[in-house]
């Protein structure tokens, strides 16, 4: 997906104002329209970059809508494919902050062979009974692929078509890491009692492929 480029319309935000209006508004330089779109993203996008261990988050947060303004005129679309464009944005800014420290979380399995081995819709299910607090909890036991995976379709809510767009990989890998990633997390909520995890670390020689 290019940094300007999706399909749809409608829809209102979560601060109640209809979709169209702020986008319009945001498109011709309107400061409170980018204001409102800031405020409402900025938290997941933030969030997005912490649990994925970037140097400075809250930088990496302003760089990725930085990219956001550059490249508003040029988007058209609804409220889900703003944040599947916006969070397409936060990940490439990530992946550059990898590159830039030299490291970055390996990823487990070949797309060919994870979509042979890909889920129905029940992960779904089970990705909504967990909750977002669970992952966000335990999201750091998880291999760097299936975090990515998760947190994005439970932090930045985007369906698994677009988490495949945002990743560069097929819908049937993004199904199948999010079934081992699910897999993880129940085990880990088994006993139902809370549990500290400690973050995979971050090797120091893969880079992104």
Aim: with cysteine.
């Amino acid at each position: 997906m290019e940094e300007g480029t999706t399909a749809g319309t409608g829809g209102r935000m979560a601060t109640g104002l209809p979709f169209d209006d702020v986008l319009a508004a945001a498109r011709a330089g309107a400061p409170w329209a980018m204001e409102v779109l800031y405020r409402d993203l900025s938290p997941a996008v933030t969030g997005y970059l912490r649990l994925h261990g970037a140097a400075e988050p809250d930088d990496l947060a302003s760089e990725t809508f930085i990219g956001v303004l550059t490249g508003l005129r040029g988007f058209s679309g609804d409220e889900a494919a703003l944040r599947a464009w916006v969070f397409t944005i936060a990940h490439r800014r990530l992946v550059d902050d990898w590159r830039r420290r030299g490291c970055r979380p390996q990823v487990t399995d070949d797309d060919t062979v994870l979509a042979e081995r890909a889920g129905g819709d029940a992960e779904d299910d089970a990705l909504t009974r967990i909750g977002a607090a669970d992952v966000h909890r335990l999201c750091g036991s998880l291999p760097a692929d299936q975090r990515t995976v998760l947190l994005l379709r439970v932090l930045a809510d985007l369906t698994v078509e677009q988490v495949a767009e945002v990743l560069g990989r097929s819908p049937g890998a993004v199904k199948a890491l999010q079934r081992r990633g699910l897999r993880t997390l129940r085990a880990a909520l088994g006993d139902g009692s809370p549990r500290r995890v400690v973050p995979r670390a971050y090797p120091s020689a893969a880079l992104a492929r």
